[in-house]
């Protein structure tokens, strides 16, 4: 009924950019939060950015000053523009957000399949 598909991942030396994007597609009727976690090797997810359908934005505090969280409404798209990389951001990066479906009763919470970003010399 509803995916998300990121894009943009890859390999990037330290220091460089990279941005990655993720739409959502299906019997949408509204998207309230959207955000961006990672998931590091051995570590448990964790909440890089997020937004409101408004423009509110909450970052983690690894990645405050470097991160920017930004949504195309139209397009039910959210971005992570990601500067100053660093080796420690190398994870799997997943897209989640709060959908409400058409026909359907309240928000529910989608996740998703994740882009991996390495970030290496």
């Known amino acids: 009924q509803v995916q998300l598909v990121e894009s943009g991942g890859g390999l990037v030396q330290p220091g460089n950019s990279l941005r990655l994007s993720c739409a959502a597609s299906g019997i949408i009727f509204s998207i309230n939060r959207m955000g961006w976690y990672r998931q590091a090797p051995g570590k448990q997810r964790e909440l890089v950015a997020r937004?409101?359908?408004?423009?509110?934005?909450d970052y983690a505090d690894s990645v405050k000053g470097r991160f920017t969280i930004s949504r195309d409404n139209a397009n039910d798209t959210v971005y992570l523009q990601m500067s100053s990389l660093r080796p420690e951001d190398t994870a799997v990066y997943y897209c989640?957000?709060?959908?409400?479906?058409?026909?359907?009763?309240?928000?529910?919470?989608?996740w998703g399949q994740g882009t991996q970003v390495t970030v290496s010399s």
């Open positions: 989640n957000a709060d959908i409400a479906l058409k026909g359907g009763v309240g928000f529910n919470n989608y």
């Open positions: 937004i409101t359908r408004d423009g509110r934005t």
